[in-house]
């Protein structure tokens, strides 16, 4: 099979007329390793090999995009191509190929991730962890990386979701309102112990004015199938179970 033209292309392919009229696009990979701009004649059985060849380019150069939409760990981007439904074989020559070419790197990334969490979630130390985890970072690589987040920084990213909460708690206090903020601090991946340092500077007993407004929009509630004596023990029991308590 005779080449009777070749042209560069704006994607950096080039563009293979035949003489058959056909014309076929190939990377300059391709192009480099079967030495095209020098031969002129090739058979079937070579050109069967060298698109089979030019595939795992098209790979390549999907996982160099995937990886410039967004910083990915080994696992997160083996992940994508996958579903993608490449071939195995293909997904793996272009991993082995971004990791020997340093697009891939699961120390930078795990860096990268836990200081991006740090500074834009309320995310703490053990559910960064999970998460860089489950991305298919090695334990090793995150025990040694998640040192950054320090007690201190801990300690403060505590306080301010503890102030964000009793700001917009309107429902709850006492005990109530404590579990259930050292509940959503052990979720968010705070370690228990230093979130007891904190929370014990902080004043849960002061709740009149919620508990107020609780008890006018229970009584309301309730008045519609309550009344007297019943009404009011409904009332309370319900307070109570929100850890607050009204006198009148």
């Given at each position: 099979?005779?080449?009777?033209?070749?042209?560069?292309?704006?994607?950096?392919?080039?563009?293979?007329?035949?003489?058959n009229?056909?014309?076929?696009?190939?990377?300059?990979?391709?192009?480099?390793k079967?030495?095209?701009?020098?031969?002129?004649?090739?058979?079937?059985?070579?050109?069967?090999?060298?698109?089979?060849?030019?595939?795992r380019?098209?790979?390549?150069?999907?996982?160099?995009?995937?990886?410039?939409?967004?910083?990915?760990?080994?696992?997160?981007?083996?992940?994508?191509?996958?579903?993608k439904?490449?071939?195995l074989e293909?997904?793996?020559?272009?991993?082995?190929?971004?990791?020997?070419?340093?697009?891939?790197?699961?120390?930078?990334?795990?860096?990268?991730?836990?200081?991006?969490?740090?500074?834009?979630?309320?995310?703490g130390?053990?559910?960064?962890?999970?998460?860089?985890?489950?991305?298919?970072?090695?334990?090793?690589?995150?025990?040694?990386?998640?040192?950054?987040?320090?007690?201190?920084?801990?300690?403060?990213?505590?306080?301010?979701?503890?102030?964000?909460?009793?700001?917009?708690?309107?429902?709850?206090?006492?005990?109530?309102?404590?579990?259930?903020?050292?509940?959503?601090?052990?979720?968010?991946?705070?370690?228990?112990?230093?979130?007891?340092?904190?929370?014990?500077?902080?004043?849960?007993?002061?709740?009149?004015?919620?508990?107020?407004?609780?008890?006018?929009k229970?009584?309301?509630?309730?008045?519609?199938?309550?009344?007297?004596?019943?009404?009011?023990?409904v009332?309370?029991?319900?307070?109570?179970?929100?850890?607050?308590?009204?006198?009148?």
């Amino acid at each position: 099979m005779k080449i009777l033209k070749y042209k560069q292309t704006s994607n950096g392919r080039y563009k293979i007329e035949l003489e058959n009229f056909k014309e076929i696009e190939l990377y300059e990979e391709t192009i480099l390793k079967y030495e095209l701009l020098l031969k002129k004649n090739f058979d079937d059985s070579l050109m069967n090999e060298i698109l089979e060849y030019d595939k795992r380019w098209d790979v390549y150069y999907v996982g160099l995009k995937l990886l410039k939409s967004r910083f990915r760990s080994t696992k997160d981007l083996k992940d994508a191509l996958i579903k993608k439904e490449y071939p195995l074989e293909l997904v793996n020559f272009v991993i082995d190929k971004l990791l020997s070419q340093g697009y891939l790197d699961d120390f930078s990334f795990s860096k990268s991730y836990i200081n991006n969490q740090m500074l834009t979630s309320s995310k703490g130390p053990v559910k960064i962890m999970n998460d860089l985890l489950s991305k298919g970072i090695s334990s090793d690589i995150v025990n040694n990386e998640i040192k950054v987040f320090t007690e201190t920084l801990q300690v403060e990213k505590i306080n301010k979701i503890i102030k964000t909460a009793l700001k917009s708690n309107r429902t709850r206090g006492g005990v109530v309102l404590k579990n259930k903020i050292i509940n959503d601090l052990i979720v968010a991946g705070y370690d228990l112990a230093v979130i007891n340092k904190v929370i014990v500077e902080y004043d849960f007993s002061s709740n009149d004015d919620i508990a107020r407004k609780e008890y006018d929009k229970l009584y309301k509630k309730y008045s519609r199938k309550y009344s007297g004596k019943e009404l009011e023990l409904v009332v309370r029991r319900k307070l109570y179970q929100k850890g607050l308590s009204y006198e009148e």
